[in-house]
């Protein structure tokens, strides 16, 4: 996970970024403050909004907040969904988080979708609750910049976007290790699903979703945006010129072996090994390396391999 400390330093900043519209929405309008309780689906701003349960006992609601947010809560129920998204989406999009995840039993932390022609139901895993999704071999595996996932790849009868008791594909990316914030190009999994030979058919659907499978109860605090590559690039490079601090370094915590550990900036290039850390006041350490103290430059600690 070779970005996680450079995200959790520019994820406030990238959420504040405006969101890529491409879709017309349809049902009810939405504002920010909204409370949905009950199947509906509509739009709120430049994002698609939907909450689907699967049965009138199911017990849930969905508050909307700014741009992408939304916070979610539930109780037992049979199935329950929260989402927001664009219509019809494209493979490239990056999607950017930080949830505040709390299920209790069956769950997941996802990017969610669906393709048509043919009809197809995916899910991109960040996190789960108590069993891991989805339960069968994998296909195979792949790795990006954001981690390592595995393939799954399923047939399954129910509730679709084109009617109940319909039988469709589900593909599944999902981590290896869970994680609750970061950025997802959803790109690199529709590529590696076609590695797999899987069929990727016509864009209906990119969304975040919070769902619930008979589970116990639970609750998410999410805020998300949805960009485009050239958008989520771009902005990377307007903030490696900002910087944090005097000589424009990143400023992040260290991990205890970071001598052992290797440094890359902001698009995921190694550039080289710490070789020194200088306290800042009322701050954490500042990562230099012996070149000009990487002025304009952000570095970051990946997960050791």
């Known amino acids: 996970m070779r970005l996680s400390y450079y995200i959790a330093a520019c994820l406030p900043l990238l959420l504040s970024l405006p969101v ?7 049902g009810s309008s ?3 403050g909204s409370v949905i309780s009950s199947n509906g689906s509509g739009t709120q701003g430049d994002y ?3 909450f689907w349960q699967q049965s009138s006992g199911d ?6 907040g700014e741009g992408g947010d939304f916070n979610c809560q539930w109780e037992y129920n049979d199935n329950i969904l929260f989402r927001k998204g664009v219509r019809p989406g494209s493979s490239d999009l990056v999607v950017v988080y930080d949830a505040d995840y709390n299920p209790q039993g069956n769950s997941y932390l996802c990017v969610y979708g669906w393709f048509k022609n043919p009809l197809v139901e995916y899910y991109i895993i960040e996190s789960w609750g108590t069993w ?3 339960g069968q071999p994998k296909k195979s595996s792949f790795e990006t910049e954001e981690g390592k996932y595995d393939i799954f790849e399923n047939t399954r009868n129910g509730a679709s976007i084109e009617g109940d008791n319909v039988t469709f594909q589900q593909y599944w990316s999902v981590r290896t290790e869970r994680r609750t914030e970061g950025a997802i190009t959803v790109g690199d999994h529709f590529q ?3 590695s797999a030979g899987m069929n990727i058919g016509s864009f209906y659907e990119v969304a975040f979703n919070v769902e619930a499978y008979r589970s116990g109860g639970g609750s998410a605090d999410v805020k998300m945006q949805i ?4 958008e989520y690039e771009e902005y990377i490079g307007t903030g490696i010129g900002r910087g944090f601090g005097s000589n424009k370094t990143a400023i992040i915590p260290l991990q205890n072996n970071y001598k052992s550990s290797m440094l890359y900036n902001a698009l995921g290039q190694k550039i080289a090994g710490i070789s020194e850390r200088e306290p800042v006041r009322g701050l954490n350490s500042v990562l230099l390396n012996n070149a000009n103290k990487a002025s304009n430059v952000y570095f970051i600690i990946p997960e050791k391999r």
């Open 227 to 230: 960009m485009t590559k050239n």
């Open 30 to 32: 939405y504002n920010t």
């Open 59 to 64: 017990i849930g609601s969905m508050t909307l």
């Open 192 to 194: 590696a699903w076609k």
């Open 48 to 50: 698609h909004v939907e």
């Open 132 to 134: 891991k999704p989805p």
């Open 20 to 26: 890529f519209s491409q879709w017309g929405g349809w």
